[in-house]
């Protein structure tokens, strides 16, 4: 059975400020909460779980890291809280063949800037504009059931240049009412792990509720799904006798 943990910082939900409200009103249980609620229907037999970055070890112990094939990850606002400690342990687990699903403002996490290898500085504007996704590359599996377009009426803008390595491959470019595009939509392999990213999805916006945003991170969960399960820790045996004759 594969197993998926939907991690969130569960702090603008708390707050006690216009984006909190907003954060509620949308998502009134927290966006993990409701990822887990519109994403479980594509996912029949697999079993799903939260997790915070306040409940203990951060919501990642390590039965709990250590059983996850799928890995989905929302922050914000508390990158710099998530531990040195616990990012190295994910980032094992990805080389290790673990599925990563980086959202929004995750471009910033601890994590993901690992994994790329690079700052993922971005240009952002929020103003509520609209924005156009495009599905550049439609024969990819996380671009399957997703027409060659669609619309988010409002949105918080992420434009370039945007700061990726660049062995990233776009399955997603989206443009912006004010004139903008963004690379929104990529995905990586790091090690044995497969790594997506997808920007759509700000904290006071009913934007989680898309049917096509849902189910192009639907998609990409799937396609990050370890085949053959997660191997931990990768190995690199000494292989003492030569395959060749030597000398």
């Given at each position: 059975?594969?197993?998926?943990?939907?991690?969130?910082?569960?702090?603008?939900?708390?707050?006690?400020?216009?984006?909190?409200?907003l954060?509620?009103?949308?998502?009134?249980?927290?966006?993990?909460?409701?990822?887990?609620?519109?994403?479980?229907?594509?996912?029949?037999?697999?079993?799903?779980?939260?997790?915070?970055?306040?409940?203990?070890?951060?919501?990642?112990?390590?039965?709990?890291?250590?059983?996850?094939?799928?890995?989905?990850?929302?922050?914000?606002m508390?990158?710099?809280?998530?531990?040195?400690?616990?990012?190295?342990?994910?980032?094992?687990?990805?080389?290790?063949?673990?599925?990563?699903?980086?959202?929004?403002?995750?471009?910033?996490?601890?994590?993901?800037?690992?994994?790329?290898?690079?700052?993922?500085?971005?240009?952002?504007?929020?103003?509520?504009?609209?924005?156009?996704?495009?599905?550049?590359?439609?024969?990819?599996?996380?671009?399957?059931?997703?027409?060659?377009?669609?619309?988010?009426?409002?949105?918080?803008?992420?434009?370039?240049?945007?700061?990726?390595?660049?062995?990233?491959?776009?399955?997603?470019?989206?443009?912006?009412?004010?004139?903008?595009?963004?690379?929104?939509?990529?995905?990586?392999?790091?090690?044995?792990?497969?790594?997506f990213?997808?920007?759509?999805?700000?904290?006071?916006?009913?934007?989680?509720?898309?049917?096509?945003?849902?189910?192009?991170?639907?998609?990409?969960?799937?396609?990050?799904?370890?085949?053959?399960?997660?191997?931990?820790?990768?190995?690199c045996?000494?292989?003492?006798?030569?395959?060749?004759?030597?000398?």
């Amino acid at each position: 059975m594969p197993k998926l943990t939907i991690w969130n910082e569960f702090l603008h939900e708390t707050e006690d400020s216009e984006c909190g409200r907003l954060c509620r009103q949308h998502y009134p249980n927290g966006i993990h909460r409701h990822l887990e609620s519109v994403l479980a229907p594509s996912f029949p037999g697999w079993e799903t779980r939260c997790a915070s970055l306040g409940e203990p070890q951060n919501g990642l112990p390590d039965e709990v890291l250590n059983s996850t094939d799928v890995l989905v990850w929302w922050g914000h606002m508390a990158h710099h809280k998530v531990p040195d400690e616990l990012v190295a342990k994910i980032h094992m687990r990805i080389l290790s063949g673990m599925g990563l699903v980086v959202l929004h403002s995750g471009h910033f996490s601890k994590i993901f800037q690992r994994v790329c290898g690079t700052h993922c500085e971005l240009k952002w504007r929020e103003i509520g504009e609209r924005e156009r996704v495009w599905t550049v590359d439609p024969f990819h599996p996380i671009a399957k059931g997703i027409p060659d377009s669609f619309a988010i009426e409002q949105t918080e803008m992420y434009g370039e240049p945007f700061g990726i390595p660049f062995d990233a491959h776009l399955v997603f470019m989206s443009w912006y009412q004010g004139g903008n595009v963004f690379r929104s939509g990529f995905t990586l392999q790091r090690g044995a792990g497969k790594v997506f990213y997808f920007s759509p999805g700000h904290e006071t916006l009913p934007i989680y509720h898309n049917e096509n945003v849902v189910k192009v991170i639907a998609n990409g969960i799937k396609w990050a799904n370890p085949a053959e399960g997660v191997i931990f820790p990768p190995q690199c045996p000494c292989e003492q006798n030569p395959r060749e004759k030597v000398g």
